[in-house]
């Protein structure tokens, strides 16, 4: 491991144990619990009427490492839901994010060029209370 390496890797998990929180990332009945920051893609797009909309999608940013289902170690595909549970005054509700593709790109990218992180494009698809 090179010194640009081993100071990605430092810089990766320091944002995501300082910044991170734990979120549900599942591909139909198979799920996994992993550590990943949220951001966010915005990207000019053109409606079906040939207007120009702002496009905003939320990220989560996970080491590809982990993203581990069935025991098998794959990639982000569309469909695929990531939940964070948010607590609030009168309780607690998941929010529920589908993976979906961005306008002029996919639904996901790697973010450094050792392909260690991924960036996951998705959108609020429902909220669910959870109770107290």
Do not use: C
């Not at 198979?30 to 939320?58: C, H, P, S, Y």
């Amino acid at each position: 491991m090179g010194l640009m390496d081993l100071a990605s890797e430092l810089v990766h998990g320091a944002v995501r144990d300082s910044l991170g929180s734990t979120v549900t990332y599942a591909r139909g009945l198979a799920t996994v619990e992993i550590t990943a920051t949220m951001g966010v893609t915005k990207r000019d797009a053109i409606d079906q009427d040939g207007n120009v909309v702002l496009f905003e999608a939320v990220d989560f940013i996970l080491p590809a490492e982990v993203l581990i289902l069935s025991n098998e170690q794959v990639r982000p595909q569309l469909g695929d839901t990531i939940t964070r549970r948010v607590a609030f005054d009168a309780g607690m509700q998941d929010i529920v994010h589908t993976v979906l593709e961005i306008p002029g790109s996919d639904a996901w990218r790697y973010v450094d060029a050792e392909r260690r992180m991924l960036r996951v494009h998705t959108k609020v698809s429902r909220v669910e209370d959870v109770g107290t």
